[in-house]
């Protein structure tokens, strides 16, 4: 199986999924750490997929997207970002709105907390 095939395996089979440097428990760079903090925080049940363990994935993801940095989130099958899109969307609160229009399940209270933080 092809990473491509692979990716899109994964993608298609959760409703969220993280590719990150790390693991959601351990993140190894700053930006995966930020996007997998936003989700943890706001209780999202999400896949996380550690590209540091498979370099096949870590140059597939980027090609699969045509995004050239990681972290990256997927929603339902669809490519939201990475960190810094999905920080402007957090804020925003159009991370809550795609989560919602998706259904997928966070803690609304958790999203509005982070937004109070950082206002």
Same mark, same amino acid.
């Given at each position: 199986?092809? !990473? !491509?095939?692979?990716?899109? /395996? ?11 440097k ?5 993140? /190894?760079?700053?930006f ?20 540091? !363990? ?17 972290? /990256? ?6 490519f ?16 809550? /709105?795609?989560?919602? !229009?998706k ?6 209270d ?10």
């Amino acid at each position: 199986m092809s !990473a !491509a095939e692979k990716i899109k /395996q994964t993608v298609e089979a959760n409703d969220v999924v993280l590719y990150m440097k790390g693991t959601k428990t351990m993140p /190894q760079c700053g930006f995966s750490s930020r996007v997998a903090g936003v989700l943890n925080f706001m209780g999202v049940d999400y896949a996380d997929v550690n590209v540091l !363990a498979d370099e096949e994935i870590r140059a597939g993801i980027k090609d699969y997207s045509d995004w050239p940095t990681i972290p /990256q989130l997927y929603v339902k099958g669809e490519f939201v970002g990475g960190c810094d899109i999905v920080t402007e969307m957090t804020l925003s609160g159009e991370l809550d /709105q795609l989560f919602d !229009a998706k259904g997928v399940a966070y803690d609304k209270d958790a999203a509005e907390k982070i937004r109070e933080a950082n206002a």
